[in-house]
């Protein structure tokens, strides 16, 4: 079980978008995030007439390191630590470390 999933508020800790938060869109591989709003680039696109697409210089994200981000607790309002507890009935859940309280129920 990862600490960031799909769809959790992270909070950016380090880099040109720190203090930013926004909700993670897809995890590229097993050290990469893409979340919405934040480490914005321009690309210079082509155009490409085959897509119906017109060229120019296009704002998008660009993956961000997973140690560049913590999970959001809106608890505290802050960014925290996440580790793993096993429940009675046998279920793994993520508990934020400042709490002690579960992420997802």
């Known amino acids: ?5 799909k769809g ?3 909070i950016v800790t380090t880099g040109r978008s720190k203090g930013q938060r926004g909700h993670v869109l897809r995890v590229v591989d ?24 017109g060229g120019g210089i296009v704002e998008k994200e660009s993956p961000i390191h997973v ?11 802050k ?4 580790s ?8 793994k ?4 470390n400042s709490t002690g309280e579960a992420v997802d129920i």
């Open 1 to 5: 079980m990862k600490r960031i999933h």
């Open 8 to 10: 959790d508020e992270v």
């Open 30 to 53: 097993d050290s990469k995030l893409l979340v919405e709003n934040v480490n914005m680039v321009k690309k210079h696109q082509k155009p490409n007439p085959q897509l119906n697409q």
């Open 67 to 77: 140690s560049n981000v913590a999970l959001y607790n809106p608890g505290t309002g």
């Open 79 to 82: 960014g925290d630590r996440v």
């Open 84 to 91: 793993f507890k096993t429940l009675d009935d046998g279920r």
């Open 93 to 96: 859940v993520r508990i934020f």
